[in-house]
């Protein structure tokens, strides 16, 4: 595309707006997302109409794209803080409206292990599905998981292991929060190459997550039955 016909986002009607936004995250473009944010703010949209419209749905697309073998990891991570750069304008915005959380989630990569590439791309899109996240790092032992679960109160704790000396750890948090009779208020949600879904059976997780966009499908699976039983309840 040549500078002639650049497109100018504040020209655009709103859906023509949405649109070239889901586009925008796609490929990663950073300051045209917080542009188009603030236009849709400008033109009286909710902060939440915006996150849940443009933002989550981009990301969707981004999900099912990055699932299908289309998209890889450097791709999705751009869009992923194209996301970020959105959500860092409506987050406060969020907060003072009250807009609906699907959730909370803690996550992080397992003590002995420092790596973190999955666990950022979980966090993002988990960010991006409308969860509030608490990424408590790398290297994360059982008493950091307890301290975040007890601070955050999630719905959600996901770990992270990308060695197969460091799966076994996320068999020490589980057994430790069975220990404290604390296992069953928390979905358990594990994942990282090595790991597969004998083992997360075999550990007592939930589930096993092979990747970001399985993650976001299988936490909101969650939610939606924890709050029909509410609502049945």
């Not at 504040?10 to 990663?28: I, K, N, P, R, T």
């Not at 807009?99 to 803690?106: H, N």
């Not at 950091?144 to 007890?150: G, R």
Request: net charge negative; aromatic share 6%.
């Amino acid at each position: 595309m040549s500078d002639d016909d650049e497109i100018i986002l504040s020209e655009l009607d709103d859906d023509e707006l949405v649109q070239q936004m889901h586009d925008d995250l796609y490929d990663g473009l950073k300051e045209e997302i917080e542009e188009a944010v603030n236009i849709l703010l400008e033109r009286g949209w909710t902060p939440y109409n915006i996150l849940t419209k443009a933002l989550v749905e981009g990301m969707r697309i981004v999900g099912i794209d990055f699932r299908d073998g289309i998209l890889f990891v450097p791709e999705v991570l751009l869009a992923a803080n194209a996301m970020k750069a959105g959500m860092a304008i409506l987050r406060p915005l969020l907060a003072e409206t009250g807009a609906p959380k699907l959730g909370t989630m803690v996550i992080g990569t397992v003590k002995g292990d420092i790596h973190d590439i999955g666990k950022n791309l979980v966090s993002m899109m988990m960010e991006g599905a409308g969860f509030d996240v608490h990424d408590i790092g790398i290297n994360t032992d059982v008493d950091e998981y307890l301290a975040a679960i007890e601070e955050h109160k999630p719905d959600i704790l996901g770990m992270s292991a990308l060695l197969t000396t460091t799966m076994p750890y996320m068999k020490v948090v589980i057994d430790t929060m069975q220990a404290k009779g604390i296992r069953d208020d928390y979905v358990i949600l594990v994942g990282g190459a090595p790991l597969n879904e004998e083992f997360g059976k075999a550990i007592g997780a939930d589930a096993y997550c092979r990747d970001a966009a399985v993650a976001v499908e299988t936490a909101k699976d969650f939610m939606s039955r924890k709050h029909n039983q509410m609502a049945a309840g």
